[in-house]
């Protein structure tokens, strides 16, 4: 059986429990308000879920709050619950936006079906930006690159970048944001059954000036969470951010399955014959599940003087090297040890080949162009040699 999400759901107004109950039975949690809520809920401050069911069983015409509602929040869906389809409701409600009528008999399966219309049907506009991030051998920098990603997306859209660690046990992610999460991935993955926008967030750290982070676990899993967990998951986090950015371990076939909603798969190699040939093996593995257009490969660790180069590379990967981020060891060791990205650090090569990388991705301006510090005529020549580098 394959794991779903559902929306948070309001239901408005009810009569008795029998919708409450009907959508209880297919796993649906739900908030219920008096019908005089509604008035509230079409506020242009508001918050309504993202699923609003309006029974409208005692009203013989429909509240002009609903078209409010619909205009002043899109992305809230509306399904009305009436005792019959009168045709001078249907047209008001279809002027008002509202495309889901149900009629009594009341049916577990017709409530079911009327909420999954509206809930797929809106998924396009207000789904976030997936990138994944994957390296084709252990050490090549690929934790790295997601935590900085999701640190620059941060600070672009601050609140609204999330990092999934998606290493079940001792990923690294947390260790790079100087995070201590209570609770991690695993519970959300064990979770996928319940997971609305309040239980999500509980399980999330808020990393000051960075992404929220859902966090690999620190005791030991034993086995895998399956695809159908990993997508309800990635799913579920790309409704409630703007941008999600994974750090996949590149080991675990059911996570690499998983990832149907992502639109980028970041591919991570350095100049090692290992990684290049994994890398190449991970992209032919990807391609025939995802389809080559998803695929974006990135170099990591540059070394100008190493003897395999950029166009070795894209011609055994099989892929151009899209982003090259530079060699430097002290400061992605002080920035683990300091718990601080990279990215937030002082400007240098590699903080700007990291934004620049995280901008493109997320197809946002081009970076402004970010000098390092200088200091009166040699800052001014290391500056000039520095851009004719860059
Ligand atoms: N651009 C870089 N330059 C130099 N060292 C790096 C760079 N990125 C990461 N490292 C170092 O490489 C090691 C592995 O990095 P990590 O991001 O954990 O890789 P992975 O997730 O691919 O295993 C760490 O010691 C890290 O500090
Ligand atoms: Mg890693």
């Known amino acids: 059986m394959s794991v779903v999400t559902f929306p948070q759901i309001a239901v408005i107004g009810a ?17 219920s308000m008096a019908a005089s809520d509604l008035l509230a809920l079409a506020h242009p401050s508001a918050r309504p879920s993202q699923v609003v069911i309006i029974d409208l069983r005692d009203a013989s015409v429909l509240p002009p709050t609903v078209a409010v509602l ?3 929040h899109p992305n809230t869906a509306v399904v009305l619950v009436v005792t019959h389809l009168d045709p001078t409701l249907m047209l008001d409600a279809m002027r008002s936006g509202v495309t889901e009528i149900v009629p009594e008999p009341l049916t577990q399966s017709a409530l079911e079906a009327a909420v999954g219309r509206v809930w797929n049907a809106q998924e396009p506009d207000n789904a976030g930006q997936v990138i994944a991030v994957v390296g084709g051998k252990g050490g090549v920098g690929a934790t790295t690159i997601a935590v900085n990603l999701a640190t620059v997306l941060a600070r672009e859209a601050p609140g609204e970048a999330l990092l999934i660690d998606l290493h079940p046990a001792q990923g690294d992610a947390a260790l790079q944001l100087g995070a201590e999460p209570r609770f991690s991935v695993v519970d959300a993955l064990e979770n996928t059954h319940r997971l609305d926008e309040a239980y999500f967030r509980s399980l999330v750290v808020v990393v000051k000036k960075g992404p929220d982070l859902l966090a690999s676990s620190d005791r030991h899993v034993i086995g895998s969470p399956g695809a159908d967990r990993v997508r309800a998951l990635v799913e579920f986090a790309a409704r409630t951010y703007k941008y999600v950015v994974l750090d996949v371990p590149r080991t675990d076939l059911s996570i690499l399955d998983g990832l149907d909603n992502t639109q980028q798969v970041v591919i991570i190699v350095n100049q090692e014959l290992s990684a290049i040939r994994n890398g190449a093996r991970l992209v032919e593995a990807l391609s025939q599940r995802y389809g080559k257009d998803r695929l974006i490969l990135a170099l990591a660790r540059f070394d100008k003087a190493a003897e395999i180069g950029t166009e070795d590379i894209a011609r055994v990967v099989g892929l151009p090297v899209s982003h090259v981020v530079p060699n430097d060891y002290r400061a992605a060791v002080r920035a683990v040890n300091q718990g601080q990205p990279i990215a937030m650090g002082e400007p240098n090569k590699l ?7 995280a901008i493109s991705l997320a197809g946002l301006r081009p970076p402004p162009v970010e000098a390092p510090p200088s200091a009166g005529l040699l800052g001014r020549l290391t500056l000039r040699r520095t851009s004719q580098v860059l």
């Open 15 to 31: 009569r008795g429990r029998d919708l409450e109950t009907h959508l209880g039975s297919a796993g649906m949690r739900v908030t």
């Open 70 to 72: 619909r205009r002043n």
């Open 351 to 357: 903080t700007v080949a990291l934004k620049s990388m």
